[in-house]
Each structure stands twice: as structure tokens, then as C-alpha cells.
């Protein structure tokens, strides 16, 4: 029996999809079956289901719950993931990729990129891809984990995966199932609330149960139907400066190899994403409504997929921005009734998992102590507002003809992101916080892969050149990557020897 009698007895979480399951998961993993926990869901509400694409870091999500990587791909029908090439956010026939790993390796005291940028001064025009690990095997179609050897240049990628949100949440259901989480089946139809306190104390479901609880979490997506309809967080948009607000998704079927990388296409009000899984492939076109009507916006769609689809397109409409707090009494959103930034840099999933992980560790007790709920807020709004920075900079640092782009380009950006602009134009100085998401090599890909070449560089590359040949230690780092990449098997080979009975 606990000592402590104000312990949480029962947490329930409303909603299923991705965040209600993977919340699931993760508390009765780390809960031990010590608190109670139920998860409501409705097989009648759908749930946005288009979240295929993932960053390193759910590796070890995944890993914490002690599942297994082969049997995860297999359930998921997934792919391997070694960053995301973006096509014509620069210009309209620019083409980059952001690798998720770094740039080769720092053979001096000066960074890799002043030397780069010292040989490009000088008419170099390699462009910044060609040393990163895992574009040398993206462009190949090559995919292996990387060498346990920090000396080994094919220890300098990373990894992430490709899958079906809607399987995952499947694997994910079973999983937290057999650790005593209880689901139950219906649609919310009333929320009890303290008279006193406001605190929630229970739902009532459609057929007239009533499930109740010391502790919520709403998972409920967009709707937000504690945090919002019934707690009244409030929500600060984000659309003047991410105006996209709709999205068509279309399914389609997979043609040639696997490839092991997600691709985005800039189209002329928004763009397009291509992700390959096992079985198919995930497509779909995120626009601005303002500029372009869904029936364009499905046109260009399907003018730009590789085969014919397997499903309907499907609309979703969205906005950018958060609640203003995702933590108000005894209750915390997670995933899309908490917030919502665009799938540009596949962070959805990503803010899921950070969240779980945030509220485990200011899991509250029964008398709900609001210091909790402030370090939670706080952490996530800093968390939210970093990523939406790095997604605005894609769309701010372009030079594309169409309307959209130019006004995007001209809008006033916030501060921390002016900020970071200001020191990488004047001196290629990165400024990245070393705890966010996004760090030094991603600024660097979007940088000078949409055009953003800065007017200096460090200039102890120049004090230093007679002690360094920069040029030299390049050239061998493009041979040497090169080189590393032909070692690894094919992406589909790689698939074949994890998954020896593919799921069709």
C-alpha cells in the first residue's frame, strides 16, 4: 500500500490515434501498474492518421518501452529514414537535403562550415550535401545503422523511420493492453467538473458511464474537447507566419525502391510530401486556402504523385499555433489538443513523445501542486516556439516568383528567429541552443540549401591556413564519404535482411 495517501489512484485519457496511445504506453511502462489507467476512445470519430514520418529521437522512445526495431518495422510496415530532401524551396529548381546527422567531421578548431564556406568564397561550388554520411547514402539508396566507432566517418548518421501512424497505434494499443491499460469503447457526451476546485472528476460516454479520474489527459486532437471546450485554455494562432491551413492526403502505390529518405516539393502556394512505407506510399499537398481552392490543391496532388492512388484524397483543415497552456488543473493535452505545427519537418510525433516524457516528470500528485502544471507549460510553449522558428525559416528564406512565396518572404519573422539570422548573414555564426530540437547542422542545411550564403566566415580559417590545408581535408572527406557509402546494402536489401517475411 502507498504511504503516500494523495498519490494518483486513476489517470484516464480521452482519445486514442498516435497520442492517446503512445501516452498509454509510456505511463504504464513507467508506472508499473501502480496508478490505474483508462484510455476512452470511439471507433466512430476518426483520427487525422497522416503522421507517417518521424525524427531520431522516437528510436529511443521506441527503445524505452523495450520494443524491438525489426518486430517495430514489421507491425508498421515501415522504412528507414535518413533525413528529408526539399525541392525547390530555394529557388523553383533548387533541391537540398537535411541530413539527420552532421557534416562530415571538424578536422581543426575552426567549424567544417567556415572552411566550406572559405573554399566556396574561392569557387568551390560543392554544394553543402556532399558532406553529410547520410546523404553520400540517401542519394545511393543505401541505408545501414551507423559504426560504433567515433573515429569511423559511418559513424556520423542518424536515423529515424518511415510507418503507418494508424498501425503504430495498433502496436502501441496491444502493448499498453497487456500492462493493464483499459480501454473503453464510446463517445464523450458530458465532462463533471468541481464545483469548487474546477477540476475534472469525469466523463460521461453515450451509453450513460460515467469513467472517473484523479488526473486527465486529452488527447482528444483538434477538437480539444477538455483542454479547450471545457477548460477554456485559449489558442494564440501562428497563421501570419505559417498561412498554410489545409492539407489534401492520397495514399498511392510504391513504385521502384524503397527510398530512405522523406521529400518535400515547394509548390506555388504551399508544398508536397512524399513518403515511402513498405506498402505504399504516403502522399499529400499542404496549401494556403486564402491563395488555392481544395480542387487545385487536389489537381496539383495528383499531377505529382509517382502512381495512381489507392484511396480518395482527404482534406484536413488545421491552424498553426498552441494553447496557451497545455496543463490547466488536473488536466494536460497532448498531441493536436495541444497543438499543431505543420508536417514540414515531421515533428508531430516527435511533440507527442516529448510531452509524455515531460509530464513524467512532473507527474502530479492528488493535490495537483500548479507548480507542476507552470514547468510544464513553460517547457512546452519554449519547445513549440523553437520548432515553429526553424519551420518558418523554410518558408521566409526563399526566393521563389508566386505571390505566396514573396510574401513570405517578406514577412516580419519573430525575434529569436531574427536573431539567429542576424549572426549566420553577418558572420555564418551558428547560435542554435544546444537544448533544442533542431541544432547547429539543421540551421546549416536550410541555410545554405535555400540560398542564405552569408556575407563572411570565421576568420581564423584565413589566420590558420598556412598551418591547414582546408581544401584538401574537403576533398578527402567527399572521397572518403563516398567510398563508406558503397560498404552499406541497398535500402531494400537492408529491409529484406530485417524483415525476412515482409508484411504485404
Keep these: 500500500m502507498d504511504s503516500n495517501p494523495a498519490t494518483l489512484r486513476s489517470i484516464v485519457i480521452v482519445g486514442g490515434g498516435s497520442a492517446g496511445w503512445m501516452t498509454a504506453a509510456a505511463l504504464a511502462n513507467a508506472l508499473g501498474g ?43 510496415r515501415g522504412s528507414y529514414k535518413l533525413g528529408i530532401e526539399f525541392v525547390g524551396w530555394g529557388t523553383a529548381h533548387s533541391r537540398y537535403f537535411h541530413p539527420f546527422g552532421t557534416y562530415g567531421a571538424d578536422f581543426d578548431r575552426v567549424p567544417l562550415h567556415h572552411w566550406y564556406l572559405r573554399e566556396r568564397a574561392r569557387g568551390d561550388a560543392t554544394p553543402i550535401d556532399d558532406y553529410a554520411m547520410c ?9 545501414g545503422p551507423p559504426v560504433d566507432n567515433a573515429r569511423d566517418v559511418r559513424s556520423t548518421h542518424g536515423y529515424a523511420y518511415h510507418f503507418d501512424a494508424g498501425l503504430y497505434a495498433k502496436t502501441l494499443r496491444t502493448y499498453a493492453e497487456a500492462r493493464g491499460v483499459v480501454r473503453a469503447e464510446g463517445r464523450i457526451e458530458t465532462v463533471g467538473r ?54 489534401v492526403a492520397m495514399p498511392t502505390a510504391n513504385t521502384g525502391p524503397i527510398t530512405p529518405y ?8 504551399g508544398w508536397q510530401w512524399r513518403i515511402p512505407l513498405q506498402h505504399r506510399q504516403g502522399n499529400g499537398h499542404v496549401y494556403c486556402s486564402a491563395v488555392m481552392g481544395d480542387d487545385q490543391a487536389v489537381d496539383i496532388l495528383h499531377a505529382h504523385v509517382e502512381s495512381p492512388g489507392l484511396a480518395d484524397p482527404r482534406v484536413i483543415r488545421f491552424t498553426a499555433g498552441r494553447r496557451r497552456r497545455s496543463w490547466v488543473n ?62 518558418i525559416l523554410h ?25 539567429k539570422l542576424r549572426h549566420w548573414q553577418a558572420a555564418a555564426r551558428l547560435v542554435s541552443p544546444q537544448d533544442e ?38 576533398r578527402s572527406l567527399r572521397d572518403l564519404m563516398r567510398a563508406a557509402a558503397a560498404t552499406f546494402p541497398t535500402h531494400d536489401a537492408a529491409l529484406a535482411r530485417l524483415l525476412p517475411e515482409p508484411v504485404r
Design 34 to 76: 501502480s496508478i490505474a489507467i483508462t484510455l476512452v476512445e470511439s471507433d466512430a470519430i476518426g483520427t487525422v492518421g497522416v503522421g507517417e514520418a518521424t525524427i531520431p529521437p522516437i528510436r529511443s522512445f521506441n527503445a524505452r518501452l523495450g520494443i524491438d526495431e525489426a518486430e517495430f518495422l514489421r507491425s508498421t
Design 194 to 247: 468541481d464545483g469548487q476546485t474546477g477540476h475534472l472528476t469525469h466523463v460521461t460516454l453515450d451509453d450513460g458511464r460515467q469513467i472517473a479520474g484523479d488526473f486527465f489527459v486529452d488527447c482528444s486532437g483538434f477538437a480539444g474537447l477538455l483542454i479547450e471546450r471545457t477548460l477554456e485554455s485559449g489558442f494564440d494562432s501562428w497563421a501570419h507566419w505559417l498561412p498554410c491551413d489545409s492539407a
Design 262 to 269: 522523406t521529400r518535400s516539393t515547394a509548390h506555388a502556394a
Design 330 to 391: 488536473n488536466c494536460v493535452a497532448i498531441g493536436l489538443a495541444s497543438g499543431f505545427l505543420e508536417p514540414l519537418e515531421s515533428t508531430s510525433l516527435h511533440l507527442i513523445q516529448t510531452a509524455v516524457e515531460r509530464l513524467l516528470l512532473v507527474l502530479p500528485d492528488r493535490n495537483h501542486d500548479p507548480l507542476n502544471a507552470e514547468e510544464f507549460n513553460r517547457a512546452t510553449a519554449a519547445e513549440y516556439e523553437r520548432i515553429r522558428d526553424f519551420i
Design 437 to 474: 530540437l533542431f541544432r547547429n547542422p539543421s540551421w546549416l542545411a536550410v541555410y545554405l540549401g535555400q540560398g542564405l550564403v552569408p556575407a563572411g566566415y570565421d576568420t581564423m580559417a584565413d589566420a590558420r591556413a598556412g598551418l591547414v590545408d582546408g581544401a584538401q581535408h574537403l
Design 135 to 143: 546523404w553520400a547514402l540517401a542519394r545511393e539508396n543505401r541505408f
Design 395 to 419: 518558408y521566409h528564406a526563399n526566393t521563389r516568383p508566386e505571390p505566396f512565396w514573396r510574401q513570405c518572404a517578406a514577412m516580419a519573422v519573430p525575434d529569436e528567429l531574427a536573431y
